[in-house]
């Protein structure tokens, strides 16, 4: 009795429960909008080919099976069918693609490969010709009919499909397309083989192969399942290239929403590829790369942000990372002072006075050529990307000033540099040090989420929230500090203040020669462990403030980075956290359970 609805109670509703209490931290609106949008095709699509079917007989249902309304001869289960099934393999697509940046991917429009040029190709003819043999096979009213319906109805908007998106899809990681169409694939197959078995459905004698992939599972159940599955996941693809564009070029889109209008996807459509920016995509691709290689939590959490907010952060980090690395490794503190001159005058060029009647793109062209002649060519990309039309100054330079500050440690007591003392003498420098080189990344990244997430926040609460980031980036610069004694001694660097030292009767060169010996280290690590958590609970708050699209995976990255704080305090090494290189770090499965904790708390 009423078993259909047994089936989705039993089988298809628990798993879209579950897959959106995983996906619920991730999801945001335009994931809805997306799958919603994807919902009403397929129930659109689906309804005249199933009723169809069923005048035909090649689909029927048991009067006692199904509760009794329908609509067009479908029962209302069979319609429901089409909103789960696409529910939940929208959802395993959104899971899989969230670490994927498509950005990256819209090379392969402008200049595919030659193997993905012929790929696309074949595929087109391959879903011709199953169209084609579909038609034939659905009109010979015999064994192949129902075959030749599915390929018939599926196959051209495949082809569709493959013909807007093609190459996208292809070049999107293996993960990305071919779990969300195979995971769903397997387990429908299971339900439907249930589902055969007990005589909830049946497909008509003599319309039908008569060859079962396993058990009841007759072969055209499984290629329905397979084409309706692809035909979901390529859909979702398409709808995300058309949103790459929008978000990866701002010189073709200037002004983003936070939701992309339907007239914004139809434009991007329609951009010609040769406007595309390719130097901007593979300046992107080094970003990330840059990224993935020096910051593992806030790579784990920058895959959490959407959009144009998503881009502008990476290119900021570039950014910090690539002056950090040029001031790190020079070779004297002349040529640190070389750096460090240099980019101060990179952001007078943006930020000076100038012309107002200048043209924007030459005003561009001059800071381009000024980024070749003074910068070597690996940093041209972070520095030419770099979002400074949204990024205020005065914390770009203070950052260089805190990178210029670390250098004194390097070059202190060199013969070109006699006169350098340690920065850090006191409380007060420790704190400056702090803001200089961490404070302005935290209000950096709140003016990015505030332009891109809610530009008409009030001048005082755009003060709260950049006052709250800047001591929440002190904190955690205090916990990097506390965890890297023994590293920065490796590199001749005391981050302690002098007065600390004196206090516990040390100096530098004993820190230097013994940082992990005596206990008063321990001591002072712990100081600076408990300063540190103190401004945390002080700032993080505010924090709840942060417009809801960019506040859990900011947190996200806040808890992640303070946990190493906590494992520090615990100091059970081997268990909650282990050494790389002489610095604490703490276990992968610790650090993806602290993430997904401040997630699901927002």
């Given at each position: 009795?009423?078993?259909?609805?047994?089936?989705?109670?039993?089988?298809?509703?628990?798993?879209?429960?579950?897959?959106?209490?995983?996906?619920?931290?991730?999801?945001?609106?335009?994931?809805?909008?997306?799958?919603?949008?994807?919902?009403?095709?397929?129930?659109?699509?689906?309804?005249?080919?199933?009723?169809?079917?069923?005048?035909?007989?090649?689909?029927?249902?048991?009067?006692?099976?199904?509760?009794?309304?329908?609509?067009?001869?479908?029962?209302?289960?069979?319609?429901?069918?089409?909103?789960?099934?696409?529910?939940?393999?929208?959802?395993?697509?959104?899971?899989?693609?969230?670490?994927?940046?498509?950005?990256?991917?819209?090379?392969?429009?402008?200049?595919?490969?030659?193997?993905?040029?012929?790929?696309?190709?074949?595929?087109?003819?391959?879903?011709?010709?199953?169209?084609?043999?579909?038609?034939?096979?659905?009109?010979?009213?015999?064994?192949?009919?129902?075959?030749?319906?599915?390929?018939?109805?599926?196959?051209?908007?495949?082809?569709?499909?493959?013909?807007?998106?093609?190459?996208?899809?292809l070049s999107l990681p293996w993960y990305a397309?071919?779990?969300?169409?195979?995971?769903?694939?397997?387990?429908?197959?299971?339900?439907?083989?249930?589902?055969?078995?007990?005589?909830?459905?049946?497909?008509?004698?003599?319309?039908?192969?008569?060859?079962?992939?396993?058990?009841?599972?007759?072969?055209?159940?499984?290629?329905?399942?397979?084409?309706?599955?692809?035909?979901?996941?390529?859909?979702?693809?398409?709808?995300?290239?058309?949103?790459?564009?929008?978000?990866?070029?701002?010189?073709?889109?200037?002004?983003?929403?936070?939701?992309?209008?339907?007239?914004?996807?139809?434009?991007?459509?329609?951009?010609?590829?040769?406007?595309?920016?390719?130097?901007?995509?593979?300046?992107?691709?080094?970003?990330?790369?840059?990224?993935?290689?020096?910051?593992?939590?806030?790579?784990?959490?920058?895959?959490?942000?959407?959009?144009?907010?998503?881009?502008?952060?990476?290119?900021?980090?570039?950014?910090?990372?690539?002056?950090?690395?040029?001031?790190?490794?020079?070779?004297?503190?002349?040529?640190?002072?070389?750096?460090?001159?240099?980019?101060?005058?990179?952001?007078?060029?943006?930020?000076?006075?100038?012309?107002?009647?200048?043209?924007?793109?030459?005003?561009?062209?001059?800071?381009?050529?000024?980024?070749?002649?003074?910068?070597?060519?690996?940093?041209?990309?972070?520095?030419?990307?770099?979002?400074?039309?949204?990024?205020?100054?005065?914390?770009?330079?203070?950052?260089?000033?805190?990178?210029?500050?670390?250098?004194q440690f390097t070059f202190h007591g060199n013969?070109?540099?006699?006169?350098?003392?340690?920065?850090?003498?006191?409380?007060?420098?420790?704190?400056?040090?702090?803001?200089?080189?961490?404070?302005?990344?935290?209000?950096?990244?709140?003016?990015?989420?505030?332009?891109?997430?809610?530009?008409?926040?009030?001048?005082?609460?755009?003060?709260?929230?950049?006052?709250?980031?800047?001591?929440?980036?002190?904190a955690l610069q205090y916990v990097n500090i506390?965890?890297?004694?023994?590293?920065?001694?490796?590199?001749?660097?005391?981050?302690?203040?002098?007065?600390?030292?004196?206090?516990?009767?040390?100096?530098?060169?004993?820190?230097?020669?013994?940082?992990?010996?005596?206990?008063?280290?321990?001591?002072?690590?712990?100081?600076?462990?408990?300063?540190?958590?103190?401004?945390?609970?002080?700032?993080?708050?505010?924090?709840?403030?942060?417009?809801?699209?960019?506040?859990?995976?900011?947190?996200?990255?806040?808890?992640?980075?303070?946990?190493?704080?906590?494992?520090?305090?615990?100091?059970?090494?081997?268990?909650?956290?282990?050494?790389?290189?002489?610095?604490?770090?703490?276990?992968?499965?610790?650090?993806?359970?602290?993430?997904?904790?401040?997630?699901?708390?927002?």
């Amino acid at each position: 009795m009423y078993d259909y609805a047994f089936v989705h109670l039993k089988f298809t509703v628990p798993v879209a429960i579950v897959l959106t209490a995983i996906a619920y931290p991730v999801l945001n609106r335009m994931h809805l909008i997306q799958t919603g949008f994807l919902i009403c095709i397929a129930f659109t699509a689906a309804l005249p080919w199933d009723t169809y079917l069923i005048k035909q007989k090649v689909w029927s249902y048991p009067p006692e099976a199904i509760v009794g309304p329908r609509l067009l001869g479908i029962p209302f289960e069979e319609l429901f069918f089409f909103v789960i099934q696409t529910y939940i393999t929208a959802l395993v697509y959104i899971l899989f693609n969230k670490p994927v940046l498509h950005a990256l991917h819209l090379n392969s429009q402008r200049n595919p490969p030659a193997w993905m040029r012929v790929a696309k190709v074949t595929g087109q003819l391959l879903l011709v010709a199953l169209s084609v043999w579909g038609w034939k096979a659905a009109q010979a009213h015999q064994e192949t009919t129902y075959l030749g319906l599915i390929l018939v109805w599926a196959c051209p908007f495949l082809l569709a499909i493959w013909t807007l998106a093609g190459r996208f899809i292809l070049s999107l990681p293996w993960y990305a397309t071919v779990f969300p169409v195979f995971l769903p694939t397997f387990y429908l197959w299971a339900v439907d083989e249930f589902a055969l078995h007990r005589g909830t459905w049946s497909i008509g004698s003599g319309t039908k192969l008569e060859f079962c992939l396993f058990g009841k599972l007759d072969i055209e159940e499984a290629t329905f399942f397979l084409v309706t599955n692809m035909l979901i996941v390529s859909g979702m693809a398409v709808f995300d290239q058309y949103l790459a564009v929008i978000y990866a070029f701002p010189t073709l889109f200037p002004k983003v929403s936070r939701y992309p209008t339907p007239l914004m996807l139809v434009q991007s459509r329609l951009v010609n590829t040769a406007k595309y920016d390719v130097k901007r995509i593979e300046g992107l691709r080094e970003a990330v790369e840059r990224l993935r290689l020096k910051s593992r939590s806030f790579y784990l959490a920058n895959s959490l942000f959407s959009g144009r907010l998503r881009i502008d952060l990476i290119l900021l980090y570039s950014f910090c990372r690539l002056a950090d690395d040029l001031v790190d490794d020079a070779k004297s503190r002349l040529e640190v002072l070389s750096w460090t001159a240099k980019l101060n005058h990179f952001l007078d060029l943006h930020y000076g006075d100038s012309d107002a009647t200048e043209d924007p793109k030459k005003k561009a062209d001059r800071i381009d050529a000024y980024i070749k002649k003074a910068f070597p060519p690996f940093a041209y990309q972070a520095l030419h990307f770099l979002p400074t039309h949204i990024l205020p100054p005065k914390p770009l330079y203070e950052l260089i000033t805190g990178f210029e500050m670390d250098s004194q440690f390097t070059f202190h007591g060199n013969s070109d540099s006699t006169d350098l003392k340690y920065p850090i003498a006191d409380d007060k420098d420790l704190e400056n040090y702090a803001i200089c080189v961490a404070g302005t990344v935290g209000e950096l990244c709140i003016a990015l989420i505030i332009h891109h997430c809610l530009p008409d926040m009030s001048d005082s609460q755009k003060r709260r929230l950049e006052s709250a980031a800047c001591q929440m980036g002190i904190a955690l610069q205090y916990v990097n500090i506390a965890r890297d004694i023994l590293v920065d001694a490796r590199i001749g660097r005391v981050y302690l203040p002098t007065t600390w030292l004196k206090e516990e009767g040390l100096t530098h060169k004993m820190v230097l020669e013994n940082p992990e010996g005596p206990e008063v280290i321990e001591r002072m690590r712990r100081r600076l462990l408990d300063n540190a958590f103190e401004l945390y609970r002080e700032a993080r708050p505010v924090m709840q403030r942060i417009p809801s699209e960019a506040r859990g995976p900011m947190i996200g990255a806040v808890e992640n980075y303070m946990a190493i704080g906590r494992v520090l305090r615990e100091r059970k090494e081997g268990t909650v956290f282990v050494r790389k290189e002489g610095r604490a770090t703490v276990l992968r499965q610790r650090r993806l359970s602290t993430l997904l904790r401040a997630l699901y708390e927002q």
